[in-house]
Nanobody
Framework: QVQLVESGGGLVQPGGSLRLSCVVSGKIFSTFSAMGWYRQAPGNQREMVAAIIGGTKTVYADSVKSPFTISTDSAKKTVYLQMNNVKPEDTAVYYC??????????????WGQGTQVTVSS
C-alpha cells in the first residue's frame, strides 16, 4: 500500500547543491514513526545517510561530511534531503524509506530504482 517515489537526482558539479524529494503515498503521513534516506554506490554497501525520527529528532551518517539536511513537509507528503557542498564520493543511488510503527517499508530486494546522484565536473 505504501508507495515511495524518489526524484531530484542528476548531474551536479563538486561543491554544488541538490535537493532530493521523496513523495509518500498510501498512508497518513503523520503516522510514520521515522523517515530516512539511504545511498548505495557501485560495489559498496547501502548506507544510511540521514533520518528523522518522531518528527523531530534527526540523525546523520558520519560519512556525510558536507552539511546534508533531512526535512519533511506533511502537507506535500514529502521527505527532502538537501545536499550542499557535494563531493565526488557522494555519487550514488539514493533511496528513501519510511517506518510504519516498528517496521521499515523497504526490505530485501524491494528498494526500487531510487534516484541517481552523480557529482562530476
Amino acid at each position: 500500500q505504501v508507495q515511495l517515489v524518489e526524484s531530484g537526482g542528476g548531474l551536479v558539479q563538486p561543491g554544488g547543491s541538490l535537493r532530493l524529494s521523496c513523495v509518500v503515498s498510501g498512508k497518513i503521513f503523520s503516522t510514520f514513526s521515522a523517515m530516512g534516506w539511504y545511498r548505495q554506490a557501485p560495489g559498496n554497501q547501502r548506507e544510511m545517510v540521514a533520518a528523522i525520527i518522531g518528527g523531530t529528532k534527526t540523525v546523520y551518517a558520519d560519512s556525510v561530511k558536507s552539511p546534508f539536511t533531512i526535512s519533511t513537509d506533511s502537507a506535500k507528503k514529502t521527505v527532502y534531503l538537501q545536499m550542499n557542498n557535494v563531493k565526488p564520493e557522494d555519487t550514488a543511488v539514493y533511496y528513501c524509506d519510511v517506518r510504519c510503527g516498528s517496521a521499515w517499508f523497504r526490505t530485501g530486494d524491494h528498494w526500487g530504482q531510487g534516484t541517481q546522484v552523480t557529482v562530476s565536473s
